[in-house]
């Protein structure tokens, strides 16, 4: 069965430095998502992306977070100066259509330092 | 207030209860979803519902619209059922996102 893989399953950054994390949707699926979990805490959502563009974003995704689908399987995301509470498991979802449901990724667990 | 909101927090069972997680919203929805999560973080979509009752295997979920009540049964429950289950919305107005509950901590003891 298709799946949604990301990588890496776990990054360590020091505090300031950018992030890249990767995932790739299951191969045709149009709407894309990051979501993520703080240790302890519920999943939340930070951004949808369809059509090329994003969709929603949460009060979460500020200035220093980005999203890309550079090549049309990967989609990433990027932090750009990262924060010590920045430390979360980070998960990338991806659906067909509107009325599918979603797949998710394994995750990555980002830790900064 | 939390727009989903899950009952027990955490639940411990026997091998072979019959087990109820409950979820209730407070929004509007266009679909409702119960995910799996297993110790390691991988999440599995188990449902995606918006009427009336889906069975898959020893799984069961059903959902009260009117009500803005879900479900999830778990029959003859075993050890690997161990996992938190956590409740997720799509919201009606064209949001795709999903808003998720905190989860319920399932244990299964043989």
């Known amino acids: 069965e298709p799946e949604v893989t990301q990588t890496p399953s776990h990054q360590v950054t020091q505090m300031g430095q950018e992030v890249i994390l990767r995932c790739v949707p299951i191969?045709?699926?149009?709407?894309f998502y990051w979501y993520r979990q703080i240790l302890g805490q519920k999943v939340e959502f930070l951004v949808s992306?369809?059509?090329?563009?994003?969709?929603?974003k949460s009060e979460i995704f500020d200035d220093q977070f980005s999203v890309e689908r550079p090549d049309g399987s990967n989609f990433t995301l990027k932090i750009r100066s990262t924060k010590l509470e920045d430390s979360a498991m980070y998960f990338c979802?991806?659906?067909?259509?509107?009325?599918?449901?979603?797949?998710f990724g394994d995750g990555t667990r980002l830790s900064i330092l | 207030k939390n727009e989903v909101e899950q009952s027990p927090q955490n639940l411990t069972a026997q091998e072979g209860e019959f087990i109820t997680i409950n979820c209730s919203y407070s929004v509007g929805i266009s679909a409702l979803h119960w995910l799996q999560q297993h110790p390691g973080g991988g999440i599995v979509s188990l449902f995606m519902?918006?009427?009336g009752k889906k069975k898959h295997g020893r799984l069961i979920a059903t959902i009260n619209i009117q009500e803005k009540h879900s479900s999830l049964h778990i029959t003859a429950s075993h050890p690997r059922d161990s996992a938190v289950y956590i409740c997720a919305v799509m919201s009606n107005f064209g949001n795709e996102k999903l808003t998720f509950g905190t989860g319920t901590r399932l244990t299964i003891i043989p």
């Open positions: 979802a991806s659906k067909r259509d509107a009325n599918q449901p979603q797949h």
């Open positions: 191969s045709n699926h149009l709407y």
């Open positions: 992306f369809y059509n090329n563009e994003i969709s929603e």
């Open positions: 519902l918006s009427s």
